[in-house]
């Protein structure tokens, strides 16, 4: 009798950013704004194949802001980016037990650009996005 071992591919390692792992520019967003943009529908895509690829996999959207308001006002901002991303994905078709989401403000900068530090927008626009982060 012959047996054969078949490898179940379960996706990304957990803690995985999909945007690296499947190498899409990030998902964007305007200044002061949380609507998904017309750009980030092409990433945010990919990021939809791929869950319905891998049904077992679980994300975490994880949204940020750049520094330039508040820190509260910062996270209220980051929050609706991120429950914004997340509605896209369940409403298209991802069950939303899969997708979890958090807003981080502007305590994840990706560079200096923090309070009062003279910053370009293109700069400052590098911090407003939202991460998928394999969770499960």
């Given at each position: 009798?012959?047996v054969?071992?078949v490898?179940?591919?379960n996706?990304?390692p957990?803690?995985?950013?999909l945007a690296?792992?499947?190498n899409i520019?990030p998902?964007?967003f305007?200044?002061?704004?949380?609507?998904?943009?017309k750009?980030?529908?092409?990433s945010?895509?990919?990021?939809?194949?791929?869950?319905?690829?891998?049904p077992?996999?679980?994300v975490q959207?994880?949204?940020?802001?750049d520094?330039?308001a508040?820190?509260?006002?910062n996270?209220?901002?980051?929050a609706?980016?991120?429950?914004?991303t997340a509605?896209?994905l369940?409403?298209?078709?991802?069950?939303?037990?899969?997708?979890?989401?958090?807003?981080?403000g502007?305590?994840?900068?990706?560079?200096?650009?923090?309070?009062?530090v003279?910053?370009?927008?293109?700069n400052?626009?590098l911090?407003?996005?939202s991460e998928?982060?394999?969770?499960?």
């Open positions: 009798i012959e054969m071992l490898q179940v591919d996706g990304a957990l803690g995985t950013d690296k792992y499947l520019e998902i964007y305007d200044f002061d704004k949380y609507f998904i943009r750009d980030a529908k092409i945010i895509d990919k990021v939809l194949a791929y869950l319905n690829e891998y077992s996999v679980n959207v994880r949204s940020h802001t520094s330039r508040n820190d509260s006002y996270m209220r901002l980051s609706n980016r991120a429950k914004a509605d896209y369940i409403a298209a078709g991802i069950p939303s037990n899969r997708i979890s989401y958090e807003g981080y502007e305590t994840e900068l990706t560079n200096g650009c923090s309070n009062n003279p910053c370009s927008k293109e400052h626009q911090n407003r996005r998928f982060i394999v969770v499960e």
